[in-house]
Structures are given as C-alpha cells and as structure tokens.
C-alpha cells in the first residue's frame, strides 16, 4: 500500500538514496533539504523548522507515514548542532502529531558510528538538557579542535545525543504508546559527498578505514545500503522493532566494542 514519507536530507547522498527507493516502490515522498527539493527549509533555524512542519501539513492535510530524518553535515562549526540534534530532534517531534493520525507510524534518523569516539561533555549536557543557546556557545567554544581521530566532537556529539534522545523517548506514551516505532541507524562509512573528498586519497582511507574497520564488504557501503535500512525501519512491516541504534558498518561496531551484547 502506497504510504506518505517525510524524508530531510533529501537532495543527497543517503537522504538522496531513500528518496528515490521510496519512490520508486510507489509511495509519496516529501524531500526536504536546502535546495532541490519539496520543501526548501533550513533546519538549522527556527523559521526553517517551522517551516517544515507547516508545509508538510499543508501537502499530505496531517498525516504522515514515515518520518526519515537524514539531513546532517559533519563540519567543526554550531550549525552542525543546530541541524545534527536540534533540526532533527524539530524534525521528529514537529512531525510526531502528523504520524498520531497513520495506522503504521513509524519515524528514524542518522545518528553515526562516530558516536563511539571521543565526545564533549560540556557539550552533550546541554543537548541533553534541550537549551540551544547554551549547546552553540559550548560548539563555539569547542571551535575547530579534533578528537583523537580527527572528527570534530562536536560532530561526534550530536550523533550521541540524538542517539540517546531515540532511546529515551522510543518507549514512552508519545512514541510506542502512539504506536510510533522510533529508531536511528549508525553508518560507518558511506559513499556520499560528505565522505568523498577522504574516500579520494589513500592516506583519507586508511584514517576512516582506522575508525570504521569494515571485515564485511569493504571499507565504504554505497548509499542504497543505509537507504535500504531506513525504508524497512520505516514501513508498516516494522511492528516491533523500537528504540534501537542500528549498526550499519560492515562490523566496524562490533570490533570496537566486541563485549556489548
Ligand atoms: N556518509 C557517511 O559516511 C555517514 C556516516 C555516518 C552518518 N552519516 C550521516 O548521514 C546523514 C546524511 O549524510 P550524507 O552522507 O548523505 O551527506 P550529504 O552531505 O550527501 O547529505 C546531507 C544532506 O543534508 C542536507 N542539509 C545539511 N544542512 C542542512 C540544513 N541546515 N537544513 C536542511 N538540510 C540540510 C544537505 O543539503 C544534504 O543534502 C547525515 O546526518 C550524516 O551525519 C553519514
């Protein structure tokens, strides 16, 4: 049955992706990002967030049947906090009353695997706490320093964050007790422009190859894989799966944290 999906992040790489699998299998798909698409928003900014949900609500008249928050960017700068958390946490709950009225909702987002490196504590407090002005000054503060891999924890920490505002709010009244599935996929290593500049040199390979070690498959997936993934999450078929951050890295994870069960 043909299903009406809101995808952000659309004009590229895995949001680009989903798009196009969507669509291609007969369902309505609105695309959201800063340019090519249905929605043109800005999710770093209050107006661009506001935006979206009352222009989703004009198109679909209030019922959406799948949220897939894909727009992120990767850059040392605050407007990775605005879009990586805020933008998507805007995305999810501005959205959450459109998916109330589906009888199959289900919502996901793009946390990443880089959640697993070094992460800025000062930072990660105030997204936990919800206080933009608060989280830009500790990004401002934290400037264009990197982590012991090189990525910026500023990056490294939206993807923590959001990944745990999934866990926490996947099983309360809002989400499962509106029969809501609401999960995030980690990727390791995509082949998207985001990616491409490190994917070209053999010395960006063997640095995102050291992070993402990737036995299954090689060290970089095509966007259809994440694409895949986040369609199946995001379909009626998906009943019962729910708060979970889903791995998808070639077993990158699993080599990093081989204990956890
Ligand atoms: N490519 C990877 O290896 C990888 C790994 C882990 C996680 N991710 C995550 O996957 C998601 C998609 O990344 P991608 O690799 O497809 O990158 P991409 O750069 O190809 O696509 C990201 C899209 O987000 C959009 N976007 C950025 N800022 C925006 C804003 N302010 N408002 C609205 N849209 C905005 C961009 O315009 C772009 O179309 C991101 O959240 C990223 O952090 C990617």
């Known amino acids: ?4 999906y809101v995808v952000t992040g659309s004009a590229s790489g895995i949001g680009k992706a989903t798009t196009k699998r969507l669509r291609d299998q007969g369902h309505d798909v609105i ?25 989703v609500q004009e198109r679909t008249g209030g019922t959406v049947d799948g949220v897939i928050a894909v727009a992120g960017l990767v850059a040392a700068s605050p407007v990775t906090v605005g879009v990586n958390y805020f933008g998507a946490v805007a995305t999810l709950e501005g959205l959450r009353p459109l998916l109330e009225k589906s009888a199959a909702p289900r ?19 105030q997204l936990r706490a919800n206080d933009e002005a608060a989280a830009l000054k500790e990004a401002t503060r934290i400037g264009t320093e990197t982590n012991a891999a090189g990525s910026s924890p500023i990056y490294t920490t939206t993807k923590l964050a959001i990944s745990q505002w999934v866990r926490e709010h996947a099983k309360t009244a809002e989400w499962a007790g509106a029969g809501i599935a609401l999960n995030a996929i980690a990727p390791g290593v995509i082949e998207t422009p985001m990616t491409l500049a490190a994917l070209e040199s053999e010395e960006g ?4 190859d050291e992070g993402a070690p ?4 090689g060290p970089a997936a095509p966007p259809a894989a994440p694409a895949a993934l986040l369609s199946w999450l995001a379909s009626e078929e ?6 979970q951050i889903i791995f998808i890295d070639g077993g990158a994870e699993s080599i990093r944290r081989p204990e956890l069960v």
Do not use: F, I, K, W
């Open 1 to 4: 049955m043909s299903r009406t």
């Open 31 to 55: 695309g959201v990002d800063l340019r090519d698409a249905d929605v043109t928003a800005d999710l770093s900014t209050q107006e661009g967030r506001t935006a979206l949900v009352t222009q």
């Open 107 to 125: 919502a996901v987002v793009v946390a990443s695997l880089a959640a697993l490196e070094e992460t800025d504590e000062g930072l990660l407090r």
């Open 205 to 208: 390979r063997a640095a995102l």
């Open 214 to 217: 990737s036995p299954l498959n």
């Open 238 to 243: 998906n009943t019962h799966v729910t708060g």
